[in-house]
């Protein structure tokens, strides 16, 4: 976390302001990510400024990194274009080349939380590349499409990666993209749920031992987080926009807590907000 009031930045390949860590390692690549919806040149890639930032203008008070991760084809790149410029247009899938980010401030109960948004490429052949980046990072938003089988399934292999790599305290959330597809749905959103509470379990050392303790666990006992907590669980659609705001607010509450250290009484609790405010797929409108 940086607190820092500078100039707007805009989304790129690098980071632009410098207020949050750069992440050492493998200096990336182009931004070459181009989800249908995604502004982007006719070469393919994501342009630069195309759209204003959200509210909270130029200038933040606090500022940390989120990264996408999972599978290729997942929807990351769509989800954040969805966050950030609230489109989405079918089109040819583009796969992400390497890591791209981009930058919105979003206004937290009066503070500006400028979050940093990393994309990253979920083919196997740029994971070294991710792998650089993700100890620098505040939040993990943890993607799978419940339209694909295969990338639920590689959910316990991204798990295990983020506890290689990533921060001990890094705030993680799992989400279940593309629900507006219910159609082609394979997962049951009871599979995610699910998915989310046995990963408390490995959280504290039944199966692989995972060491990150702070994936938003609101109660602590002398046991550790309680079990009815796991990780906080959404199904969301870049299509129809469906929960994806929330996703990226929630990251930005708990994060600015933690930052700022509220009195116990007005803690933000990660998956009380996740759970009273997330919306079904099926719900009257994204
Ligand atoms: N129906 C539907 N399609 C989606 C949704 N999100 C993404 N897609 C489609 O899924 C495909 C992949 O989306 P991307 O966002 O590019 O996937 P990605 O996870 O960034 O993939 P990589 O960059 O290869 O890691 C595209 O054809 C999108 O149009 C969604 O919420 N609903
Ligand atoms: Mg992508």
């Known amino acids: 976390m940086s607190r820092k009031k500078t100039p707007k930045s805009k989304g790129g390949s690098a980071p632009a302001t410098s207020a949050l860590p750069a992440a050492n390692g493998p200096r990336l690549v182009r931004p070459g990510t181009a989800c249908p919806g995604s502004k982007t040149s006719p070469n ?10 959200g509210s909270g203008g130029d200038f933040y008070d606090v500022a940390f990194k989120v990264m996408l991760v999972g599978d290729s084809g997942v929807g990351k790149t769509c989800l954040l274009v969805r966050f950030k410029d609230g489109a989405f247009l079918a089109g040819t899938f583009i796969s992400t ?13 009066g503070t500006k939380v400028k979050l940093q948004i990393w994309d990253t490429a979920g083919q196997e052949r740029f994971r070294s590349v991710t792998h650089a980046y993700y100890r620098d ?77 702070g994936w938003g666990c609101p109660h602590q006992s002398a046991a550790g987080c309680l079990q009815e907590y796991g990780l906080p669980f959404m199904e969301t659609s870049a299509k129809t926009g469906l929960n994806v705001d929330l996703a990226f607010t929630a990251i930005a509450k708990e994060l600015k807590q933690r930052s700022t250290k509220a009195p116990s ?8 907000y996740v759970r009273r405010e997330g919306r079904g797929a099926f719900c009257c409108r994204p």
């Open 44 to 53: 393919g890639l994501l342009q630069q400024g195309q759209s204003p930032l």
């Open 97 to 109: 080349v390497g890591i791209d980010f981009r930058n919105k401030v979003l206004n937290v109960d």
């Open 137 to 213: 990072a505040h939040a993990l938003l943890l993607l799978y499409d419940v339209t694909n089988k295969a990338s639920f399934d590689s959910i316990q292999a991204w798990l295990a990666e983020i506890q290689e790599y990533a921060q001990h305290d890094v705030v993680l959330m799992l989400l279940g993209n593309k629900v507006d597809s219910a159609q082609e749905r394979v997962v049951k959103r009871e599979d995610g749920e699910k998915l989310a509470k046995v990963s408390w379990g490995l959280q504290h050392g039944q199966g692989v031992p995972l060491r990150l303790q």
């Open 265 to 272: 009484e007005h803690r933000f609790l990660l998956h009380d």
